[in-house]
């Protein structure tokens, strides 16, 4: 049976000056990273749900019960402070609830979370990602840097799966395509490695509580994860069996 999935995150605009001699003008795009791994879950029988991040502040849900309609939330290039901000807050010093422990509660409650890299997401670009030392790093089965974190590996770099009986690697058979950068993060105690990349974590699984959270620490599309990865028969197995046993299904 699948699951009910939340994604919160892989959004994102970009603003561009053109200058043209003496004048000058701006331009904003939207732009998503979701659409390859949201169709791959969607394939394999699971109902998927986007929090974008530009709304994630006033949509997430706010508590372990509102939570709890998901088998599986995933987290993905979206930093700490996006779901720590409420507007009520930010613009207006009022109080507001903490998201950070609604997902905390609702993982050790029996939900399922996973983690996946980005320039957001664990430590982040210039540690902006800010999920070190939270309440949602204390689930997680890895722990993370207090400095930028990013991997960067433009001629690629190739993962290697440590644990191919478990069941999150169920059906992912050969090596896996090249990936262009990750975020650098070490084992948790108790937690499990499934697959490493350059000695450090890519996947791996742990208990948090009556719940379970498991990280891919790369990008779930374009640009650290190319497309030779999203078109990899592997692929939709892969995260399929993420939610499924982060979700118990």
């Known amino acids: 049976m699948a699951g009910k999935v939340l994604i919160a995150g892989e959004t994102w605009f970009t603003t561009s000056v053109h200058t043209k001699g003496f004048d000058s003008f701006t331009t ?62 930010w613009l207006r010093s009022d109080r507001s609830a903490n998201k950070l422990h609604a997902i905390a509660d609702y993982v050790k409650g029996g939900g399922g979370l996973i983690m996946v890299g980005g320039y957001l997401t664990f430590t982040g670009i210039e ?9 949602v790093e204390a689930c997680l089965p890895v722990r993370l840097m207090t400095t930028d974190d990013r991997q960067e590996h433009p001629e690629g770099i190739v993962g290697e799966i440590v644990k191919p009986d478990h069941p999150v690697l169920a059906g992912v058979d050969g090596a896996l395509p090249a990936l262009l950068g990750y975020n650098r993060t070490s084992l948790a105690p108790g937690a499990e490695l499934l697959a490493k990349i350059d000695g450090d974590p890519l996947v791996a699984v742990t208990e948090a509580g009556k719940g379970r959270t498991a990280v891919f620490t790369s990008d779930c599309s374009p640009h650290w994860c190319p497309t030779d990865f999203v078109n990899w028969q592997g692929y939709r197995q892969l995260w399929s069996n993420l939610c499924a046993w982060t979700g118990r299904q």
């Open 28 to 89: 904003t795009t939207f732009h998503e990273g979701y659409s390859f791994l949201k169709a791959a879950l969607e394939a394999s029988g699971h109902q998927v749900e986007i929090i974008e991040n530009h709304v994630a502040p006033t949509n997430f849900p706010d508590s372990p019960e509102a939570l709890s309609r998901y088998s599986t939330v995933i987290l993905s290039d979206i930093g700490a402070n996006t779901l720590l901000l409420h507007p009520n807050t």
């Open 127 to 135: 540690a902006k990602g800010c999920w070190k030392d939270t309440v």
